[in-house]
T-cell receptor
C-alpha cells in the first residue's frame, strides 16, 4: 500500500521545546517537501529536498531544521526559535524524473501542532 | 516572490450548477498548473494538472489555461454537496520547479 505517512497526527509542544515531525514515503520519490498551513491561508514552503543528503530552504525556514539521510524519510524539527509554531504541517513528495510538467506533488495526512 | 492569486470566496452554488474557480499567476515562465481539493481538517488531494493552453476535461472537472493572460480556472459541472471544500491553485516555478500555492477558494454546494 503505497503512500506518505506523517506522525503524530496531533502534537502539543511546550514553549522552549524542540519537537520533530515524522514524514515517510514508500513511493520511491526523489523529492520531498514540508509546508506549513495557517487557518485561511495557502501552503507556505518550509524546506524541500530533491535528493538524499541535500535540501534547500523554502520561504519560511527560520526556526525549522530538516535532514534527508534516507530517500524514504524527511523529518522536520520545529525548534524553540520558531516563535509561532501552531499550524498544520504537511509533507509532500514527488518524482521529478517522470518529467517536468507531470511532476506532481502528493501529500501526507498532516500533523497539527499546538503550542501550549 | 512568485504570486498566485485566487478569489478567497466563499463561493456558494446550488446543487447541479456549474462552479467556476479562478486563479492568476505572476511568473510568465510557469509551465505546469495544478488544482488541489482540501476538505476541512484534511490534506490537499490532486484533482487535475494542466500544462497546455486550452481545456482539459476529467469527468465533471474541466481545467482551462490561458498562458498569455496568465490565468487558469477550474470548472465543476453538476456540482454536488460533496464538492464543498477549499480548492487550491498551485503553479510550478519555471526555474527550480517548486510549487507556489494560492490561498484557496472555499466552495459550498447547497442541496
Amino acid at each position: 500500500d503505497g503512500g506518505i505517512t506523517q506522525s503524530p497526527k496531533y502534537l502539543f509542544r511546550k514553549e522552549g521545546q524542540n519537537v520533530t515531525l515524522s514524514c515517510e514515503q514508500n513511493l520511491n520519490h526523489d523529492a520531498m517537501y514540508w509546508y506549513r498551513q495557517d487557518p485561511g491561508q495557502g501552503l507556505r514552503l518550509i524546506y524541500y529536498s530533491q535528493i538524499v543528503n541535500d535540501f534547500q530552504k523554502g520561504d519560511i525556514a527560520e526556526g525549522y531544521s530538516v535532514s534527508r539521510e534516507k530517500k524514504e524519510s524527511f523529518p522536520l524539527t520545529v525548534t524553540s526559535a520558531q516563535k509561532n509554531p501552531t499550524a498544520f504541517y504537511l509533507c509532500a513528495s514527488s518524482n521529478p524524473r517522470t518529467g517536468g510538467a507531470t511532476d506532481t506533488q502528493y501529500f501526507g495526512p498532516g500533523t497539527r501542532l499546538t503550542v501550549l | 516572490q512568485k504570486e498566485v492569486e485566487q478569489n478567497s470566496g466563499p463561493l456558494s452554488v446550488p446543487e447541479g450548477a456549474i462552479a467556476s474557480l479562478n486563479c492568476t499567476y505572476s511568473d510568465r515562465g510557469s509551465q505546469s498548473f495544478f488544482w488541489y481539493r482540501q476538505y476541512s481538517g484534511k490534506s490537499p488531494e490532486l484533482i487535475m494538472f494542466i500544462y497546455s493552453n486550452g481545456d482539459k476535461e476529467d469527468g465533471r472537472f474541466t481545467a482551462q489555461l490561458n498562458k498569455a493572460s496568465q490565468y487558469v480556472s477550474l470548472l465543476i459541472r453538476d456540482s454536488q454537496p460533496s464538492d464543498s471544500a477549499t480548492y487550491l491553485c498551485a503553479v510550478k516555478e519555471s526555474t527550480l520547479g517548486r510549487l507556489y500555492f494560492g490561498r484557496g477558494t472555499q466552495l459550498t454546494v447547497w442541496p
